[in-house]
T-cell receptor, first 112, second 114 residues
Framework: AQSVTQLGSHVSVSEGALVLLRCNYS??????LFWYVQYPNQGLQLLLK??????LVKGINGFEAEFKKSETSFHLTKPSAHMSDAAEYFC??????????FGTGTRLKVLA | IAGITQAPTSQILAAGRRMTLRCTQD?????MYWYRQDLGLGLRLIHY???????GKGEVPDGYSVSRANTDDFPLTLASAVPSQTSVYFC?????????????FGPGTRLTVL
């Protein structure tokens, strides 16, 4: 069965510091992986997705993620955190358009 | 461009009452979904529809029903609400045809069942 695990339900970083949000997946087949962001009182919006074209995926707002098959990971990074990055981030895996499996989410707090 | 609209924004409901959460999209997407979001559990799929006239069960379908009479609308009904259905409900849509298709989400409905 496919699943994703997000390590750390809460992450705090200082403004300007590196952001690293962890996601590990389990899948018996090549996965399609996603990162979504949820700002307060809003729905989710896509940050980036991995579809096997390239292992390093660049998304919106300066975020990127690297697919590492050997580590079954798809961690999200951003070199320099901004106050506006404060939100909840969800990793998800899909093997069909109606079979998204979401992680439990990581709430990012950015400290001034 | 509205995308996906949901109504109501929030609702407090007495246990045992019937409630329909509305979802409308204007992107002409064939696939639509209902999720519930609970603290510490992420998003869980309740029901989905790949195209008008067809629906399917997701991970947590008990106590919920859906219909898909047309492409744009995908209402979610709680026939007899219970407190465990207190949650934030999100409607989403996507184009089918590949597991890599992005899902677009509505703003959510916050439901409290007392």
């Amino acid at each position: 069965a496919q699943s994703v695990t997000q390590l750390g339900s809460h992450v705090s970083v200082s403004e300007g510091a590196l952001v690293l949000l962890r996601c590990n997946y389990s899948s018996s087949v090549p996965p399609y992986l996603f990162w979504y962001v949820q700002y307060p009182n809003q729905g989710l919006q896509l940050l980036l997705k991995y579809t096997s074209a390239a292992t390093l995926v660049k998304g919106i707002n300066g975020f990127e993620a690297e697919f590492k098959k050997s580590e079954t990971s798809f961690h999200l990074t951003k070199p320099s955190a901004h106050m506006s990055d404060a939100a909840e981030y969800f990793c998800a895996v899909s093997k069909g358009t109606y079979k998204y499996i979401f992680g439990t989410g990581t709430r990012l707090k950015v400290l001034a | 461009i509205a995308g996906i609209t949901q109504a109501p924004t929030s609702q407090i409901l007495a246990a045992g009452r019937r409630m329909t959460l509305r979802c409308t999209q204007d992107m002409r997407h064939n696939a639509m979904y209902w999720y519930r979001q609970d603290l510490g559990l992420g998003l869980r799929l309740i029901h989905y529809s790949n195209t008008a006239g067809t629906t399917g069960k997701g991970e947590v379908p008990d106590g919920y029903s859906v219909s898909r009479a047309n492409t744009d609308d995908f209402p979610l009904t709680l026939a007899s609400a219970v407190p465990s259905q207190t949650s934030v409900y999100f409607c989403a849509s996507s184009e089918p045809g590949g597991p890599y298709n992005e899902q677009f989400f509505g703003p959510g409905t916050r439901l409290t069942v007392l």
